[in-house]
Nanobody, 122 residues
Framework: QVQLVESGGGLVQAGGSLRLSCAAS???????MGWFRQAPGKEREFVAH????????YYADSVKGRFTISRDNAKNTVYLQTNSLKPEDTAVYYC????????????????WGQGTQVTVSS
């Protein structure tokens, strides 16, 4: 069993930054991690993913160049650095875990955190 706990969300002005964290516990060795988000009235969408070793990352076009995903396996933590935030980035951000290969597909992920709210004011 894997447990995921996100933190670091908050209220920020447009152009600002936040660093989201996802602390994992349980058997996570070899797991890929992803960040997803869900805005009010919208479906959950892919944001970024990273493989176990951290040397392969992928981003949604909407965040490419502004967000950076990273991980520290010694701390069992995955991060999402969000820069140049826009009001349209407002959403609940979720981290998710799955064994082996990272994917963009929500249904591929076995474990989810409870989410952390990011609100960007204009």
């Amino acid at each position: 069993q894997v447990q995921l706990v996100e933190s670091g969300g908050g209220l920020v002005q447009a152009g600002g930054s936040l660093r989201l964290s996802c602390a994992a516990s349980g058997r996570t060795f070899g797991y890929a991690m992803g960040w997803f988000r869900q805005a009010p009235g919208k479906e959950r969408e892919f944001v970024a993913h990273i493989n176990w070793s951290g040397d392969n990352t992928y981003y949604a076009d909407s965040v490419k160049g502004r967000f950076t995903i990273s991980r520290d396996n010694a701390k069992n933590t995955v991060y999402l650095q969000t820069n140049s935030l826009k009001p349209e980035d407002t959403a609940v951000y979720y981290c998710a875990a799955r064994p082996l290969r990272a994917t963009m597909t929500i249904s591929d992920y076995n474990y989810w955190g409870q989410g952390t709210q990011v609100t960007v004011s204009s």
